[in-house]
């Protein structure tokens, strides 16, 4: 079956998966299938693959410090907090209270999570079922 530009996709059998691979199969095989272009991917999937590969938390600290800024760091957790403290059930106005956040993001956040096969809920779920 050929997909828009007419090409056939390939097809790559599981035991190609790298084994770091399995932490974010899901993602990886999805970003595989869906951004494969003439052999090629762009910086955004590249980035995705090199995101998976990294299985070391400090590691992982380090890149990330790495290629963003101290405020694009700050932003990503604060992001994550938004998620976690909404999941926790605060109120979006608490939040934006204690984070100096604007409701405007926070409320990005809560839809995030009411959207159905949400990955951000799908995450915190398990990380308070493991608790």
Request: hydrophobic share 35%; net charge positive.
């Amino acid at each position: 079956m050929a997909n828009r530009a007419g090409r056939t996709p390939r097809i790559i059998r599981l035991s190609q998966v790298p084994s770091y691979a399995s932490a974010c199969s899901g993602l990886w095989l999805r970003f595989l299938f869906y951004s494969m272009k003439a052999g090629k991917m762009n910086v955004t999937d590249r980035l995705v693959r090199i995101f998976c590969s990294i299985d070391d938390p400090r590691t992982m600290k380090r890149f990330m410090k790495e290629i963003f800024t101290a405020s694009e760091f700050d932003d990503i957790s604060k992001r994550w907090k938004v998620l976690e403290m909404l999941e926790r059930g605060h109120s979006q106005r608490d939040i934006a209270s204690k984070l100096g956040m604007s409701l405007c993001k926070i409320t990005r956040g809560s839809k995030v999570l009411k959207t159905g096969g949400s990955v951000s809920k799908r995450i915190l779920d398990e990380r308070i079922t493991r608790r």
